[in-house]
């Protein structure tokens, strides 16, 4: 699902040129749950980033689902990130003034997606998600847990390949957090390959395979049982 | 489909964000209503003050006697000029230029009746030619001729409202009955409307002056004489003017420069010291609407500019979510584009409508009648503010649909 080699990625601030990604070469096949762990500031944003598209690459090759992905235009890259990928962020990254059901309708309105139509769909992964009765609370109506299960449907509707999450628990309490990722399990059980980059180790531990990253090079990968 | 989902998208985007809604449409709409406002009150101050040179020739001259204020030859200040038939022979036969003359005599007002009717009206006596320097309307038979003034004929011509007060239930009609002046019976041959919208104008009735001089007074005295310069220029105009005051100067001796002697009211030079007062305050209307247009425009640019800051964060979201940099920039712009229509439009009903009600409620003064803005221009206006909405919104949102997604999401 995921193939990249030799990934370099530096960021540029004035005169100062900081080298995030040193050479990183990974791959993730279909339906894998993987998290990835480091320090902070060890570039686990940034990969994650690079693999969502949301941000390109200096040099090496990334091939998402057997397409290579290197300087796309903003239109193909958005396209694509509509049909392959979904995103769960530490800060839920809700549109504040859309209630929940809209939300998670997003995605569907970019495949052109009649109104009612996505509307009904997303009410059915509200519901899977147990939040039916909070369709339409607007984000800053609902809690941390809540918000991140809205997020997570929204991730889910447009049918991705990959699901990308950011700490996805990191702004929850551990109670929440273990509710959260059950979830995710439940949809990685669907097929659907998943990619969590956290700092909690009982997080990391429930997925298949943890990449550890250090200073921009993977240092690490330990199979979890 | 996808249009119409468009819409609605634009739509709750517009309906939820109320505050920005409002401050984006506000600049527009108060333009707009600005510019109307003033377009509307510079013509109303236009029409007010062009009423006033209805009724009478535009290229009239009217002379009256007065009191001399220059020491002149000896003779002392004060003392009163009095114009006779002489002076209207003298201005008729030797200046040159005027196409209609007359003499007038102010006899004041007078009382009246018809039968058990009476009133109290004004009585102007004159020559045929009045009826021509005043540019009065026959509703009914004719005006003076000159039969009536060599034959001292007790005519009258009247005018509607003197009409519509004496002659009344089965008596409707003038024409042909003996009105009774001053005790003095006159035949009614013409009934006149005056164009002047002073009501006082419709109130009167003219006589012949040699009948009246003859009735009511005994003399050969006149008070005005009046006259129209015909095809004149400005400057053959104020020869003619010229000629007549030395004309008169020399009949009556005093100083060429008194202007307290005769009075000498020349209404081409009123008019067009009026229309240069009006092409000033235009001009002075346009630079100040243009001026609320560029406002507006600053605004309707600014807030634009705000508007996709703050959006910046929802941009990336949208593009992690799979929207184009064009759906972007179209959503943004569409949105600006009906905000600012609206807003305009609103502008333009409540300006229209603000005219509307002063027109209707305030009654027209000397000065301010009827003011109306050139719609077209408030059309235009808006079309203006409209399109540099949507400008000032293309380019930050071509900036904002063009950078990158994790960029975007980092925005707070
Ligand atoms: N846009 C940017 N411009 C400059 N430097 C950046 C930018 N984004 C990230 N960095 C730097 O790159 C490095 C890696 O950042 P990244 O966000 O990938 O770290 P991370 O592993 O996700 O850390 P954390 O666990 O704190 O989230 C950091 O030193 C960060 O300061
Ligand atoms: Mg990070």
Redesign the interface.
């Known amino acids: 699902m995921i193939r990249i080699k030799q990934i370099h990625k530096s960021y540029v601030t004035g005169q100062n040129s900081l080298h995030v990604l040193k050479g990183i070469d990974l791959d993730i096949a279909a339906g894998e749950m993987v998290s990835i762990m480091g320090a902070s500031g060890s570039g686990k944003s940034t990969l994650l980033n690079i693999l969502g598209i949301l941000d390109d690459y200096d040099s090496g090759e990334y091939h998402l689902n057997g397409l290579l992905v290197n300087r796309l235009s903003e239109r193909k890259a958005a396209q694509l990130r509509n049909r392959m990928v979904g995103f769960v962020f530490q800060s839920f990254n809700l549109v504040s003034f859309k209630n929940a059901m809209e939300n998670v309708a997003l995605p569907l309105y970019y495949q052109n997606v009649p109104r009612k139509k996505r509307n009904l769909i997303a009410m059915e992964y509200l519901e899977r998600m147990g939040l039916a009765e909070w369709a339409h609370h607007l984000p800053n109506e609902l809690s941390g847990g809540q918000k991140q299960r809205v997020a997570i449907a929204r991730a889910l509707i447009g049918n991705p390949k990959v699901i990308l999450a950011d700490e996805p628990t990191g702004a929850l309490d551990s109670k929440t957090s273990l509710e959260v990722m059950d979830l995710l399990q439940e949809i990685n059980a669907t097929g659907i390959t998943l990619i969590i980059v956290t700092h909690e180790h009982d997080i990391a531990l429930r997925t298949k395979k943890t990449i550890r990253i250090t200073d921009g090079n993977i240092t690490e990968i330990i199979m979890n049982n | 489909?996808?249009e119409?989902?468009k819409w609605?998208?634009i739509y709750?985007?517009v309906q939820?964000?109320k505050l920005r809604t409002f401050l984006t449409g506000f600049s527009v709409a108060w333009g707009i209503f600005m510019l109307i406002v003033l377009l509307g009150s510079g013509a109303g101050l236009e029409n007010g003050v062009k009423e006033q040179f209805k009724g009478g020739a535009t290229n009239g001259v009217w002379i009256s006697s007065g009191k001399t204020s220059i020491q002149y030859k000896g003779l002392k200040i004060g003392r009163p000029i009095r114009f006779t038939n002489e002076d209207y022979k003298a201005i008729k036969t030797t200046v040159s230029g005027p196409d209609h003359i007359s003499a007038r005599l102010f006899l004041g007002n007078n009382l009246v009746s018809y039968k058990n009717e009476y009133g109290s009206f004004f009585l102007s006596p004159c020559h045929p030619d009045y009826g021509f320097i005043k540019e009065l309307e026959m509703l009914q038979g004719r005006f003076l001729n000159n039969i009536d003034i060599s034959e001292f004929r007790k005519v009258a011509v009247i005018g509607e409202k003197v009409k519509s007060s004496l002659f009344k239930g089965h008596d409707t009609v003038a024409m042909g009955k003996y009105v009774k002046i001053n005790g003095v019976l006159f035949k009614v041959v013409g009934v006149f409307r005056d164009f002047s919208r002073n009501d006082d104008e419709q109130k009167r009735i003219y006589i012949p002056i040699s009948t009246a001089q003859r009735v009511f007074q005994g003399e050969n005295v006149i008070n005005q004489i009046s006259f129209t310069t015909g095809d004149a220029t400005a400057a053959d105009a104020d020869l003619m003017i010229k000629k007549s005051r030395a004309l008169l100067s020399q009949m009556h001796t005093f100083d060429f420069d008194d202007n307290r002697a005769v009075n000498i009211w020349n209404k081409n030079e009123e008019v067009r010291k009026f229309r240069s007062l009006f092409a000033g305050i235009r001009l002075f209307i346009w630079i100040i609407g243009i001026g609320t247009i560029v406002a507006g425009i600053v605004g309707v640019s600014n807030i634009m500019m705000i508007v996709v800051k703050e959006r910046t964060?929802?941009i990336?979201?949208?593009?992690?979510?799979?929207?184009?940099?064009?759906?972007i920039v179209s959503l943004i712009m569409q949105e600006a584009i009906i905000i600012t229509s609206i807003a305009g439009y609103i502008g333009l009903v409540l300006g229209v409508g603000i005219l509307e009600l002063v027109a209707k409620k305030m009654p027209p003064t000397q000065f301010f009648k009827n003011p109306g803005a050139d719609f077209s221009i408030a059309v235009m206006a808006t079309i203006l503010l409209v399109a540099a909405g949507a400008v000032a919104g293309f380019f930050p949102a071509m900036r904002a649909?063009?950078v990158?997604?994790?960029e975007a999401?980092r925005d707070e």
Do not use: H, Y
């Open positions: 489909m996808f119409i989902d609605q998208e709750s985007t939820k964000n964060k929802e990336g979201i949208r593009k992690s979510l799979g929207a184009t940099p064009w759906s649909a063009g990158k997604p994790v999401l």
